[in-house]
């Protein structure tokens, strides 16, 4: 099992679930990250440091949202790991919350 990024992190990037991380699973795009599923340990330790709740365990992703553990493995081959926090992307608290934000995603 796995746990996956889903929607409301795009355009936030909040990075407090890296840091937390023990196998450094996380991977940083533009404005998301993505979790690589054959590394997650499903030690659950990233699920409660996600300020936007975007984290969820793969068999709990909402069912609008299962795309998204697809897309986190994809993703996850291609963008570089990332194992510090970062600063969240300057308008993240405004775009905390807001719905269906696929269409934003940058690749």
């Avoid at 499903?42 to 299962?66: K, R, Y």
């Avoid at 926090?85 to 934003?104: H, I, S």
């Amino acid at each position: 099992m796995t746990f996956v990024v889903t929607d409301n992190c795009i355009k936030c990037k909040y990075t407090d679930c890296v840091e937390v991380c023990p196998v450094d699973c996380f991977y940083e795009g533009p404005n998301f990250l993505v979790i690589h599923p054959d590394e997650c340990i499903d030690c659950a330790l990233c699920e409660p440091e996600c300020p936007a709740n975007a984290i969820f365990s793969e068999d709990e992703v909402p069912e609008d949202m299962q795309e998204f553990t697809e897309l986190n493995a994809e993703l996850a081959e291609i963008w570089p790991n990332i194992a510090e926090k970062k600063d969240a992307l300057e308008d993240a608290e405004e775009w905390d919350g807001v719905p269906d934000k696929l269409q934003y995603l940058e690749r």
